[in-house]
């Protein structure tokens, strides 16, 4: 089992930075590929990044490469998301992912966080 709660979401200007995090417990975290989701109303959850066990591999929707960095600290049971320049459409409930494999679609996913809202206002 391993169970994940995201922090870092909350209010920022277009343009601007945050720094989501997802703490998880369980001795197995770093067996699990990790990734990011976000939905936003209305819309279905989609795919933001991901990243392999050990980190040396990084995956990324087409619309956050260049502006959004994952990464993971084992040591620490936590992976990152950097968010740089965000757009007022990024404004969703962005959630961690833990899987067996990598998590690029929703269905490979085996655990999830309670969601942190992230809003991005004009």
């Known amino acids: 089992q391993v169970q994940l709660v995201e922090s870092g979401g909350g209010l920022v200007q277009a343009g601007g930075s945050l720094r989501l995090s997802c703490a998880a417990s369980?001795?197995?975290?770093?067996?699990?590929?990790m990734g990011w989701f976000r939905q936003a109303p209305g819309k279905e959850r989609e795919f933001v990044a991901a990243?392999?066990?050990?980190?040396?591999?990084?995956y990324y929707a087409d619309s956050v490469k260049g502006r959004f960095t994952i990464s993971r600290d084992n040591a620490k049971n936590t992976v990152y998301l950097q968010t740089n320049s965000l757009e007022p459409e990024e404004t969703a409930v962005y959630y961690c992912a833990a899987a067996r494999r990598i998590p690029r679609v929703v269905g490979d996913t085996d655990y999830w966080g309670q969601g942190t809202q992230v809003t991005v206002s004009t």
């Open positions: 990243i392999t066990w050990n980190g040396p591999n990084t």
């Open positions: 369980g001795r197995t975290f770093s067996s699990y590929a």
